[in-house]
């Protein structure tokens, strides 16, 4: 190709992100604008309802009390979850079949098959659920059986849960890819291993996918030079794209679904000590690892490594402070409480919206040449966002089965939940997994004799069993390259470098023999 070639080549994807960004800027624009409107008018429900009548209490194990639903629920049948399974089987095997590989790449129909599957789930409620639900956006405290419990249900999944989470994960998403760190650093042992401790120390701060966004290509120029490559992914994925976005609700789904169910937003720092002992034992193996690897690469390999040099070089630097935004949005500006300082009560969708702002922010003063350095478009936040509207629906009947039936299911230790959680988040998307066991949780009695958290005047959950849902959802989603989303995304930017990434099965042979016995001191510990 041409000089002349590839500089129109360039212009023109300058000129599409530029134009890419401005259509997200007049989006956001007017949302923002909207939404101010139906908040003057009155039409966006406050967060907390005026006036709620004191709720009913109850006795728990050591006659302490609590509050709880004044009236037994109905409990849907056992097959009303059937949606919500065929939809988590979907996303862990169409990837993996010939025959739907190519047809599942387009979001259009991950999008029409998460839809069906949520006509599917809302159905049940119209034809088979008796009502009684609160509705716990508008505060209706009960829903009659048909359409209306119907809805109630898709308010719940869509207003009060999708909408927070799918957006933090856009803006974090969007502004890591206004983040570009470029270079070919000498890839001995000691720099690969300084990669894998930024990017799990950043993990908890600017979100998994963010951390795994921002050094994946880095580290990729970096190894480029050497024979024995692909373990160097792996390692990122278990420690970048998992196990460091362990201390915040911003580090990985899960966690942030927590924090919108009740959640403090700081107590996911009480997991240090988790996550400093995992990361520092996988730093350990890999450090020890690389250095056999490394005494056995070719002379010539080692002689380029050493000459093909390029300073690290990070622009986009503003985005760093704007990220710091997000994190104080999702902190201080918190939907019903007293704003700090203020006697300001903060409205819904006020939080996502001053975050939205920061996200043109960020599109507005960023070179477009930085995201298209990074290779940025929004095709894995839509895959996201079409996917996790079907989740949300489709998981509100276990949720209620769980909430109400989650005590008989023998569930009920430390070292129980930390396990079926992560079993599932190996398979299926650890956000959901991280959601039914939550609710397990939730339905058991509490033990004053261990600390526990109040969520709500109605719901309480041991601190103990939180903690190994949370363990579980988030280090083990590292177990298979679909437990997690950035996994996947990593592993497809490696094999689009020329780096041969081990099958499905041979990166859980890795998983296996190296994560499973770490995971297994941990729960001995919880």
């Known amino acids: 190709m041409s000089t002349e070639s590839r500089h129109k080549g360039s212009a023109v994807h300058l000129e599409e992100m530029r134009s890419s960004s401005n259509k997200v800027i007049i989006g956001i624009v007017l949302v923002v604008l909207a939404y101010l409107a139906l908040?003057?008018?009155?039409?966006?429900?406050?967060?907390?309802?005026?006036?709620?009548?004191?709720?009913?209490?109850?006795?728990?194990?050591?006659?302490?009390?609590?509050?709880?639903?004044?009236?037994?629920?109905?409990?849907?049948?056992?097959?009303?979850v059937l949606p919500f399974v065929a939809l988590l089987l979907v996303i862990a095997v169409f990837p993996l079949i010939p025959a739907t590989q190519h047809w599942w790449e387009h979001n259009r129909n991950r999008f029409l098959i998460a839809l069906l599957l949520a006509v599917v789930a809302l159905s049940y409620y119209v034809v088979f659920h008796p009502g009684g639900l609160a509705n716990h956006f508008t505060h209706h405290e009960s829903s009659r059986?048909?359409?209306?419990?119907?809805?109630?249900?898709?308010?719940?999944?869509?207003?009060?849960?999708?909408?927070?989470?799918?957006?933090?994960?856009f803006c974090l998403y969007t502004i890591s890819g206004g983040i570009n760190l470029r270079g070919d650093l000498p890839a001995h042992p000691a720099?690969?291993?300084?990669?894998?401790?930024?990017?799990?120390?950043?993990?908890?701060?600017?979100?998994?996918?963010?951390?795994?966004?921002?050094?994946?290509?880095?580290?990729?120029?970096?190894?480029?030079?050497?024979?024995?490559?692909?373990?160097t992914v792996i390692f990122f994925i278990?420690?970048?794209?998992?196990?460091?976005?362990?201390?915040?609700?911003?580090?990985d789904p899960p966690l942030f679904l927590g924090y919108l169910m009740g959640v403090p937003f700081t107590w996911t720092l009480s997991l240090w000590p988790y996550w400093?002992?995992?990361?520092?034992?996988?730093?350990?193996?890999?450090?020890?690892?690389?250095?056999?690897?490394?005494?056995?690469?070719?002379?010539?390999?080692?002689?380029?490594?050493?000459?093909?040099?390029?300073?690290?070089?990070?622009?986009?630097k503003f985005n760093i402070v704007l990220i710091a935004g997000i994190v104080a949005c999702v902190a201080f500006v918190v939907p019903g409480k007293v704003f700090p300082g203020t006697h300001f009560v903060t409205p819904n969708y006020l939080r996502e919206a001053l975050m939205l702002c920061i996200v043109a922010i960020s599109l507005r003063t960023t070179p477009s040449q930085v995201r298209i350095w990074n290779g940025f478009n929004y095709s894995a936040i839509v895959e996201v966002a079409a996917l996790?509207?079907?989740?949300?629906?489709?998981?509100q009947a276990p949720i209620e089965i769980l909430n109400l039936e989650g005590s008989r299911l023998g569930i009920d230790t430390p070292f129980a939940f930390f396990w079926a959680t992560g079993a599932l988040s190996s398979f299926l998307d650890n956000a959901p997994t991280y959601v039914v066991f939550f609710e397990t949780a939730v339905g058991l009695p509490v033990d004053h004799v261990f600390s526990y958290l109040h969520l709500s005047p109605v719901r309480n959950i041991m601190e103990q069993h939180l903690a190994a849902i949370s363990l579980g959802a988030v280090l083990m989603g590292a177990n298979t390259y679909i437990g997690?989303?950035?996994?996947?995304?990593?592993?497809?930017?490696?094999?689009?470098?020329?780096?041969?990434?081990?099958?499905?099965?041979?990166?859980?042979?890795y998983s296996v023999g190296i994560l499973i016995p770490v995971f297994a001191a941990i729960s001995f510990l919880l």
Not at 287 to 304: G, K, M, N, T
Not at 390 to 395: D, L, S, V, W
């Open 39 to 80: 908040l003057v008018v009155g039409l966006i429900p406050s967060a907390h309802p005026e006036g709620a009548a004191e709720p009913v209490k109850i006795e728990l194990r050591d006659g302490a009390s609590a509050a709880a639903p004044p009236t037994e629920k109905f409990v849907p049948a056992a097959w009303a």
């Open 145 to 169: 059986a048909g359409i209306e419990t119907a809805t109630t249900v898709f308010s719940n999944a869509v207003f009060t849960e999708y909408i927070p989470f799918i957006i933090l994960l």
């Open 191 to 231: 720099t690969n291993c300084a990669f894998l401790a930024i990017g799990t120390a950043l993990a908890s701060f600017i979100g998994t996918t963010g951390a795994a966004m921002l050094l994946i290509r880095p580290l990729i120029a970096t190894i480029s030079e050497r024979k024995y490559k692909a373990h």
């Open 238 to 251: 278990f420690m970048v794209c998992n196990c460091g976005g362990l201390l915040l609700p911003i580090g």
């Open 276 to 316: 400093a002992g995992t990361n520092l034992v996988l730093l350990g193996i890999y450090f020890a690892w690389d250095q056999v690897l490394y005494s056995r690469e070719p002379l010539r390999a080692i002689v380029r490594d050493e000459v093909e040099v390029l300073p690290l070089r990070l622009s986009g």
């Open 388 to 395: 996790f509207f079907g989740i949300f629906i489709c998981m």
């Open 484 to 509: 997690n989303g950035p996994n996947f995304m990593v592993k497809s930017i490696a094999e689009q470098s020329g780096i041969k990434m081990p099958s499905f099965f041979g990166y859980m042979a």
